[in-house]
């Protein structure tokens, strides 16, 4: 069973960073389309970003593009979402998930679906 930790969560002030990690263990995930999902309270989960497995490219919702960066660590087999300027409105649980390929427009991962657990960001002051 393909297992997905993220980490990284926390409290932090509007327009503070934080960087969240997706990693896994006894598998590889570069082999994987990585996404970045979240969902708020009352919410329906939305797919905040993804990185492809083949080429690297990634792909972000309109409400993060510009201040949020996914990318790959194969030596640390970890993705990582760095999110800066962070917003009220980007409280929500962070969710990491793994599958064969992703695409954007909206952000989705296709074909059989790992996730992980999650962890939560809160943007407040």
């Known amino acids: 069973q393909l297992q997905l930790v993220e980490s990284g969560g926390g409290l932090v002030q509007p327009g503070g960073s934080l960087r969240l990690s997706c990693a896994a263990s006894?598998?590889?995930?570069?082999?994987?389309?990585i996404g970045w999902f979240r969902q708020a309270p009352g919410k329906e989960r939305e797919g905040v970003s993804c990185?492809?497995?083949?080429?690297?490219?990634?792909y972000y919702a309109d409400s993060v593009k510009g201040r949020f960066t996914i990318s790959r660590d194969n030596a640390k087999n970890t993705v990582y979402l760095q999110m800066n300027s962070l917003k009220p409105e980007d409280t929500a649980v962070y969710y990491c998930?793994?599958?064969?390929?992703?695409?954007?427009?909206?952000?989705?991962?296709?074909?059989?679906?790992?996730w992980g657990k999650g962890t939560l960001v809160t943007v407040s002051s």
């Open positions: 998930a793994a599958g064969p390929y992703c695409s954007g427009y909206p952000v989705t991962i296709h074909g059989m679906t790992y």
């Open positions: 006894e598998f590889t995930l570069d082999y994987y389309g």
């Open positions: 990185i492809s497995s083949s080429d690297g490219m990634t």
